[in-house]
């Protein structure tokens, strides 16, 4: 019998190898496939923007109680020792500058990350360039995955502060080399509006599911499971990028073409307007999220659970918003600026009527309104930052997302930290108030991208280049991508058609023709 168990498990083992291996072989088979690696690609970026949001989000039910109890240890050990003394006279305000000292310690902590991704990214965005995409992806998730362990076992402020802000340093470079390698697989610009949509719908998830999983898991399990479980989770997308990806075998970046500098796309007008609407249209959601609860409980007189539950509701329509975008975009691209101008507005006039509401029910409208609004902005702007890099700069996307994800984190950096003093020293009416006057003061400026669908594109030296024949490895791909696709990608309007490339034939033709007839006339 024992023999024959043996023997049993012997077969179910190569059973289970042969499988594996041809599952792997499946998987090889369709990175070959570009549609399929495009395909595989964007679900790794896309768990790596859900992780990233939801180390983001997952610390708001968990931070202020576990501080909590930590301050409390030490107020009593406080207590303690002036009792000890005899001077116990002072315990009410010792007790308010404990109060105090939390509550600027969660800011700053919530805070944290956002500032160093700010630092960062920069850095990043000019060393995604130089690279290529998949190794700063990779470099990006190893971070998180270290410091996600290092804030689950951390157990003072200093090293949950430290933890929280290495947090930033690979998002920095996560987010970036994501975002820019969707852009990059993705050059029709309906394909691109849709795939940087998916990937929007997966940051919207990743905010708004983080805060009751990570309060469910800390009620029932404790402070280190939720991190433990994200940690797991950013270790298996490390693994795929490995496997699947395998950044250290793709010798594309070898030749790649030397993008343009951060400094020089920040000076571009076009994508100035595009990151100040970015981060203005985030602004209501970054100040709220640390100011709403206490105002909810003080006005509303909310349970724990409609607190918990706020911004839960508001992910259906931040999805349709991304779904209604992404079909309006593909019938009529030239409208991206207004449909990004509609969703400032939406934000602007939500954002002003959330004071009003009385009870919980009538919250959850303005909230869903502000989140259908960003999902207008968000999901019309991105894509019109790699078309505004196509058609003025190098078709190298690391630094333009950089200034995009600079652009969010200048909202998240501010909203722990200035919300706060705006509502002690305003109030909660004149802080929604203002941030809804900003974006619909600033949607007029989107104006100015009206006519970007007009613009031609660049038209390089690398572009001769490329028509006269493959020089190295990264122009032999590109030459064989341009004879797999159809030439010029789709767009509606007066848009000039062009290939993937930036490169305009009619353009080219009507060069050669001028260089051919002077020639005859000499």
Not at 378 to 384: E, F, I, K, M, W
Request: one cysteine or more; glycine letters at 8%; hydrophobic letters at 45%.
């Amino acid at each position: 019998m024992d023999g024959d168990g043996a023997s049993g498990l012997a077969k179910s083992a190569a059973v289970k190898l042969s499988e594996m291996g041809e599952r792997t072989k499946q998987l090889g088979t369709a990175m070959r496939d570009p549609h399929q690696q495009r395909r595989i690609i964007l679900v790794i970026v896309c768990v790596a923007l859900l992780l990233d949001n939801m180390l983001y989000m997952v610390i708001v039910p968990i931070i202020p109680d576990y501080l909590a109890e930590l301050e409390s240890e030490q107020s009593e050990h406080v207590h303690a020792v002036m009792h000890a003394d005899g001077s116990a006279g002072n315990s009410t305000s010792q007790d308010k500058s404990f109060k105090d000292n939390l509550d600027v310690q969660i800011g700053v902590l919530f805070a944290s990350k956002a500032i160093l991704q700010l630092l960062v990214n920069p850095l990043s965005g000019t060393f995604i360039d130089r690279v290529g995409y998949d190794i700063p992806l990779l470099i990006g998730l190893s971070v998180m995955f270290v410091s996600t362990c290092i804030f689950a076992f951390g157990e003072n402020y200093a090293t949950l502060f430290a933890a929280r802000s290495l947090q930033g340093v690979g998002s920095a470079f996560a987010d970036t080399s994501g975002i820019a390698m969707i852009a990059d697989k993705y050059t029709e610009e309906s394909e691109r509006s849709t795939a940087l949509g998916i990937a929007l719908a997966f940051i919207s998830f990743g905010s708004l599911v983080a805060p009751p999983f990570g309060g469910v898991l800390y009620e029932f399990a404790g402070k280190r499971v939720p991190f433990i479980v994200l940690a797991c989770i950013c270790l298996a997308d490390g693994f795929l990028v490995l496997t699947v990806i395998k950044p250290f075998s793709n010798r594309t970046r070898e030749n790649m073409p030397v993008g343009t500098p951060i400094y020089r796309l920040m000076i571009d007008p076009y994508i100035a307007v595009v990151a100040g609407a970015l981060t203005v249209c985030n602004i209501p959601l970054a100040f709220l999220e640390p100011t709403i609860a206490n105002w909810m409980e003080s006005t509303m007189h909310s349970s724990q659970w409609e607190v918990g539950l706020t911004w839960l509701p508001a992910f259906f329509p931040h999805v349709l918003g991304v779904y209604i975008t992404v079909k309006l975009a593909s019938k009529n691209p030239e409208l991206q600026w207004f449909y990004g101008a509609l969703g400032m507005v939406i934000i602007g006039a939500s954002s002003c009527t959330v004071p009003a509401c009385k009870t919980f029910g009538q919250l959850i409208a303005p909230l869903c309104g502000i989140c259908f609004g960003i999902a207008l902005v968000d999901t019309a702007l991105l894509p019109t930052l790699a078309f505004l890099v196509d058609v003025r700069h190098v078709s190298v996307y690391g630094s333009v997302y950089a200034i995009a994800d600079i652009s969010y984190s200048v909202a998240y950096a501010m909203g722990p930290i200035v919300a706060g003093q705006i509502v002690h020293t305003l109030g909660f009416v004149q802080l929604n108030l203002g941030m809804g006057l900003v974006n619909v003061l600033y949607a007029p400026a989107l104006l100015l991208l009206r006519n970007v669908c007009q613009m031609k594109p660049s038209y390089s030296e690398r572009d001769n280049l490329l028509e006269e024949g493959p020089q190295g490895l990264y122009d032999t791909i590109k030459m064989e991508e341009r004879r797999a696709k159809k030439k010029g990608y789709s767009s509606a309007g007066n848009c000039v058609s062009v290939d993937e490339n930036g490169f305009d034939p009619f353009r080219a033709q009507r060069s050669l023709s001028e260089e051919s007839s002077g020639a005859e006339f000499t």
